[in-house]
């Protein structure tokens, strides 16, 4: 038998529920996901990408057969290097489906071993993103229940530094 890993790609600035959703119901479906996160340091993301991935890190603990990396370039390639046969993307509505439909065209193009499977996360975290949960916290709203309390602390401790700056 093959031992079958997905790759679950994306910036994850910060992960929260709706992420943390889609890995819990890929890693019974695989023998090894990797959740790779995007280095886009120029794109001036909150967290760097060695902080998003230990943040990462941390909740995946709990998955054994789940673990971070970080990725530049493209991610056909990376998905080659790490011996992984699909990636993994969430959708959560309509919306997602137009940007996530051409990326998954394009990466068969350029790599027509990957495929690409989409998931749908729980109802109560199809209107979650990251934009989202950044913007609401910047004014003060509270995350409970969208973003992990280790993800809660990581963004208070951020929000405290750049009002100190
Ligand atoms: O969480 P995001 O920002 O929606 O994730 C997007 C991501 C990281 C999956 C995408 O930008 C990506 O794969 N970037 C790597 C470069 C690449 O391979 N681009 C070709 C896709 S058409």
């Known amino acids: ?30 023998d090894e996901v990797i959740v790779a996160v995007l280095r886009n340091e120029e794109k001036k ?9 230990d943040m990462i890190d941390e909740l995946l603990d709990r998955w054994p057969n789940c673990r971070v990396e970080r990725f530049s370039g493209l991610l056909v390639n990376f998905v080659d290097e790490m011996g992984a046969c699909a990636v993994v993307r969430g959708l959560r509505a309509v919306s ?29 975290y199809s209107f979650l993103s990251s934009r989202t949960v950044k913007e609401v916290f910047s004014f003060g709203a509270n995350l409970k229940g969208l973003v992990p309390e280790s993800v809660l602390q990581h963004l208070k401790r951020r929000f405290e530094d750049l009002q100190e700056a």
Do not use: W
């Open 45 to 53: 993301p909150l967290f760097t990408s060695q902080e998003r991935a």
């Open 1 to 30: 038998m093959s031992h079958r890993i997905a790759v679950y790609p994306g910036s994850f600035d910060p992960i929260h529920h709706g992420h943390l959703d889609i890995i819990e119901r890929c890693k019974d479906l695989f």
């Open 96 to 124: 997602d489906f137009e940007y996530e439909f051409q990326m998954a065209l394009m990466n068969r193009r350029l790599n027509p071993r990957v495929a690409t499977l989409f998931m749908m996360p729980k109802e109560d």
